[in-house]
């Protein structure tokens, strides 16, 4: 593990605008290893999961014969955001295939798959058994790649505050929606700040920081990758939503290529409703686990307090009795009108609860920043249509290769 892979942040966060032309040629295993083959014949097709997010599409004009020039969507990138924005700390190399940040995609995608493969044997669930699985060694090596990633994030954070002092006082602290806090004063400070800064009260321990850790940086990327990668597939396979985001972003940017501000993703409501409708066919989290902590009646059955049970989220988003015609990707469920009566779990991609996704606002305002800095220099044809899509067992919803066009936008 490279620890000089992160650096800290000297304060200055690009924050959601940040978007910057990577020349992937040598580097992307996107390009190289991509498994085109009848879409290959037209070059101006993307695997939306070999590229991750979003090097500048105000810039980059990809030479469509040529893959290597593609923009690459990198995943890696959505990385970087939230150690940025929740650390504020910065990957020196996340471009790199060798890089630590890659390494740590690797070591967590490894990990998901494997924790499926342990879920579905039955003999794995002991532990006794288990640890002589040779899964359970690669768990033990992925886990260790996950934790030293993470650990080095605040070793650097810890090291800069030494050096510099904390943006951390009292007076940051709080909701504060003013584009000009966000984006000038760069005195917000990093989550991982104020956890350091509870750990100096006593608050919390080095274990209890890491585990935060660990749980921003695992939910706060592959999650939202997940929602984009699908979201290129829906607005792709429906020409007639696209232009109505189309319209939407043209009324607030007009022909300026400025990045947004928290005031212009306010204003994106439809964007917001096609987000929230691909998370409704595609959740990212597709199942979430509790154990009862009292017994409970669900339909005809009794389920006794301490039992586990999961909750197949993407099963109860397609439900016909929930949502009419389910199958379709309609936005319009989202309009406000279309929403009043709806059962208050019935949708529920960021979880319900006292545990729910805690970085909800963020994954959104995220999202609109990448879908809308991508509409608004490109239109999408589909390639993969949603009844091609095959999903792969993961903790995380993936699935085989999705295709999708790019074409520069004519205004
Ligand atoms: C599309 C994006 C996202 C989706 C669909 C999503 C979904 C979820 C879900 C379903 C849970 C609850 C898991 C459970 O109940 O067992 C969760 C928890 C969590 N999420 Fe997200 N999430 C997203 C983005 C993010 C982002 C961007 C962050 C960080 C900034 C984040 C941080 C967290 C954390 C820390 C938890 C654990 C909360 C707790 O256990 O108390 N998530 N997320």
């Known amino acids: 593990m490279n620890a000089s892979a992160v650096e800290p942040l ?11 032309i990577v020349d992937e040629k040598s580097r ?3 390009a190289s290893s991509a498994t085109i083959t009848d879409a290959d014949q037209d070059k101006s097709v993307i695997d939306v999961q070999q590229i991750h997010v979003l090097d500048d599409v105000d810039t980059v004009v990809p030479n469509i014969a040529d893959p290597a020039t593609w923009p690459l969507i990198r995943n890696s990138k959505i990385i970087d955001h939230i150690i940025k924005t929740a650390m504020g700390t910065k990957l020196s190399d996340e471009t790199s295939t060798s890089s630590a ?3 740590y995609k690797k070591a967590l995608h490894d990990l998901g798959i494997r924790f499926t493969e342990r879920l579905s044997n039955v003999y794995y669930h002991f532990n006794f058994i288990f640890s002589f699985s040779k899964i359970a060694k690669e768990q033990k090596k992925n886990l260790d790649i ?26 940051n602290v709080g909701d504060n929606d003013d584009d000009d806090v966000y984006f000038k004063s760069k005195k917000k400070p990093a989550m991982l700040d104020l956890l350091l800064s509870a750990q100096n009260k006593g608050l919390i321990d080095n274990d209890g ?9 695992f939910e706060g990327h592959d999650t939202t990758a997940a929602a984009l990668l699908f979201s290129l597939l829906c607005l792709a396979n429906d020409k007639e939503i696209q232009t109505r985001i189309f319209t939407e972003l043209d009324e607030i940017f007009g022909d300026s290529t400025r990045p947004p501000t928290m005031n212009d993703l306010s204003k994106m409501h439809y ?3 096609c987000i929230l409708e691909t998370l409704r066919l595609y959740p990212p989290v597709h199942f979430i686990g509790r154990k009862l902590g009292e017994s409970v009646t669900l339909s005809n059955y009794y389920v006794e307090k301490g039992t586990n049970v999961l909750i197949f989220i993407i099963d109860m988003h397609r439900r016909e009795d929930l949502f009419k015609d389910a199958l379709k990707y309609n936005p319009d469920r989202f309009l406000p009108e279309n929403s009043a009566g709806r059962h208050p779990f019935a949708f529920i991609p960021f979880s319900a609860g006292l545990r729910n996704c805690i970085g909800q606002k963020f994954g959104m305002m995220e999202m609109k920043t990448c879908l809308s800095a991508i509409l608004r220099r490109y239109r999408l044809e589909p390639v993969t249509r949603h009844e091609d899509v095959k999903f792969i067992p993961d903790l995380v919803l993936r699935a085989k290769p999705i295709y999708v066009k790019f074409f520069k936008r004519d205004k």
Do not use: M, P, W
Not at 10 to 20: F, P, R
Not at 150 to 158: G, L
Not at 209 to 217: K, L
């Open 10 to 20: 000297s304060g200055k966060s690009d924050g959601i605008a940040t978007q910057e």
């Open 28 to 30: 992307s295993e996107g």
């Open 101 to 103: 940040a890659f390494a």
């Open 146 to 171: 996950v934790h030293s990633f993470t650990k080095s994030i605040i070793s650097k954070r810890k090291q800069y505050i030494e050096k510099y002092g904390s943006n951390f006082n009292e007076d």
């Open 209 to 217: 920081i890491q585990e935060e850790v660990d749980t921003f940086v």
């Open 271 to 273: 964007l917001d409703c």
